[in-house]
């Protein structure tokens, strides 16, 4: 080989390795083993990239929305109206929260404590 062909050999191989390079970066691939492999191999680097599997899609992870939670003073006696009007209570804000959750109550049940002037609706008192 002369020493002219050397340069433009040179050029070949960073060109060949460049297009290896960018083939592996678009399939999920490490790009820079596969520069020096398009780059040593040539071509055959190149077509090599085709027989490798592609790297998968990571799977979404779901996001589980935030649990909504009752807030209101928990040193009170809280009282809540049943489906037939009737007052049920004393309960702390422990219970009434587990009777929430039990489905027991829902958001439109009315609820009291001292410091409220009037029978409230239990979504008041829901936070997310």
Known sequence: MQWPDIP??????CLIGTLSAYMAHRRGKNPYIWFSIGALFGLLGVMAIFFTSKKPEPKPVPVKPPEPTLAGPSDKFW????PDHQQMGPLSLD???????????NDSTYVWHEDLSDWTP???FIRI
């Open 122 to 124: 239990l979504q008041t």
């Open 95 to 105: 219970a009434l929260k587990r009777t929430w959750k039990e489905g027991k109550i």
């Open 8 to 13: 433009t050999t040179f050029a070949i191989s």
């Open 79 to 82: 009282y809540y109206l049943d």
